[in-house]
């Protein structure tokens, strides 16, 4: 499972799914599937994102190859987080369901409805003392993440 930055997605699908693939065959695995999944919004910002587009992949790769695979995930901008397990077999209707995105005519959905910026609030976060509490990004920011 792959998340990718939701931006790159709606500008251009394929490329982000190339984007994608390139990395996988760089390091020698064969693609069995691999698809767009869903788009929601994340628990918390990763990478300054709020929302992104889960991409789903079933491929074969040498265990040797997984570090040098990780590393380049890890240094991707586009990928903003992975997740790689090991699975026996292909779930029977996972092909069908990236050949239906392979179909002519196939164009991702739109962003759900829950995808409006949210207000900028006005007053400012004090705890009992009055000193200001941060948000969460500034501590990220702070911290160089």
Known sequence: MFLLDNQLVREDWKAAKSAVSDLLGKHGAKIRTLRRWDERRLAYPIKNQ????????????????????????????????????????????????????????????????????????????RDDLGMEIPEFNAIDEDMGR
């Not at 992949?57 to 901008?77: H, V, W």
């Not at 699975?87 to 959905?109: K, N, T």
Request: charge should be negative.
């Open 50 to 125: 709020k929302r992104a587009t889960y991409f789903l992949a079933y491929f074969d790769i040498e265990s040797g190859s997984i570090p040098a695979l990780r590393r380049d995930l890890e240094l991707s901008e586009k990928v903003l987080r992975h997740l790689m397990l090991a699975c026996e077999s292909l779930p029977e209707q996972e092909h069908e369901l990236a050949q239906a995105e392979l179909a002519e005519g196939f164009a991702v959905p739109p962003p759900p409805p829950d995808d409006t910026p949210e207000p900028k609030r006005e007053e400012e976060r």
